[in-house]
């Protein structure tokens, strides 16, 4: 339950181990991640580590509700109590996308190390028609909100877009204590991913020096196709910064 009482739901991944991996997902997805996730897990436990991948509020099997970065800081912060409260001893976030906003807000000394895939870590300007209807956007202008589909499993709000646009680069990156991997793909035909990737390059300097940026070459934004690439750099990773 977050704060408001509302179910969080989640898929939880145990071999008993010490450390775990909280993982959050990305804008309009939901805990399996088209499969990224499932599979995620799945190499986590065999190289030793739990994992839990969570429904934000609104996505997958949670409880309803806007996609707004005020929702998913909110379950995040009860997932990392949750698993706080099962007294492991390393905690780790990775977050995709939109998610890894989240992982960044969520930062406090409970957490180990961060791994960020197609991370958001600066203001975006998204030209929002091309991703969404002509009806959608005139719902937005005059109800103040959508849903995503006719099944309504997102909502979209005012505050969901401005969510991308209201990010300040150092006050959220100097915040983070922990070492950080960022992984992003390089394409040069999936513009968004080469913006992303701009921002995290010249973020890195308000992260700590242990903080990595690895680019995927031909990566595109999801990486689904390098998707165990993903995963390589993931396990080596925590191999490094959350083993015992």
């Known amino acids: 339950m977050n704060s408001k009482g509302l179910k969080i739901v989640g898929n939880y991944y145990t071999v008993q181990s010490n450390e775990i991996v909280i993982l959050a997902h990305g804008f309009t997805n939901d805990k399996s991640?088209?499969?990224?996730?499932?599979?995620?897990?799945?190499?986590?436990n065999n190289a030793g580590y739990d994992a839990l991948a969570i429904d934000f509020?609104?996505?997958?099997?949670?409880?309803?509700?806007?996609?707004?970065?005020?929702?998913?800081?909110?379950?995040?912060?009860?997932?990392?109590?949750?698993?706080?409260?099962?007294?492991?001893?390393?905690?780790?976030l990775f977050g995709n996308s939109f998610g890894s906003l989240s992982c960044l807000k969520s930062y406090d000394y409970r957490i180990d190390t961060m791994i960020l895939s197609g991370a958001l870590t600066d203001r975006m300007f998204y030209q929002w028609d091309d991703y969404f209807s002509p009806d959608e956007?005139?719902?937005?202008?005059?109800?103040?909100?959508?849903?995503?589909?006719?099944?309504?499993?997102?909502?979209?709000?005012?505050?969901?877009?401005?969510?991308?646009?209201s990010i300040h680069q150092e006050?959220?990156?100097?915040?983070?204590?922990c070492p950080v991997l960022i992984i992003h793909g390089n394409n040069q035909q999936d513009e968004e991913?080469?913006?992303?990737?701009?921002?995290?390059?010249?973020?890195?300097?308000?992260?700590?020096?242990?903080?990595?940026?690895?680019?995927?070459?031909?990566?595109r934004h999801g990486l689904r196709s390098k998707w165990n690439e993903v995963i390589d750099l993931t396990v080596k990773w925590l191999d490094l910064h959350l083993s015992k």
């Open 33 to 44: 991640s088209n499969g990224r996730f499932d599979l995620l897990s799945e190499k986590l």
């Open 57 to 92: 509020t609104g996505s997958g099997e949670s409880a309803p509700g806007p996609l707004t970065i005020e929702n998913q800081l909110d379950d995040l912060k009860y997932a990392i109590n949750f698993v706080s409260s099962k007294e492991y001893l390393k905690i780790a």
């Open 137 to 165: 956007m005139n719902d937005l202008e005059t109800k103040g909100y959508f849903y995503t589909n006719e099944k309504e499993s997102h909502l979209i709000t005012q505050q969901t877009l401005k969510d991308f646009e």
């Open 171 to 177: 006050t959220l990156l100097s915040k983070v204590k």
């Open 193 to 219: 991913e080469l913006m992303l990737l701009e921002r995290s390059k010249k973020g890195m300097q308000f992260l700590s020096e242990s903080s990595t940026l690895e680019i995927i070459e031909e990566g």
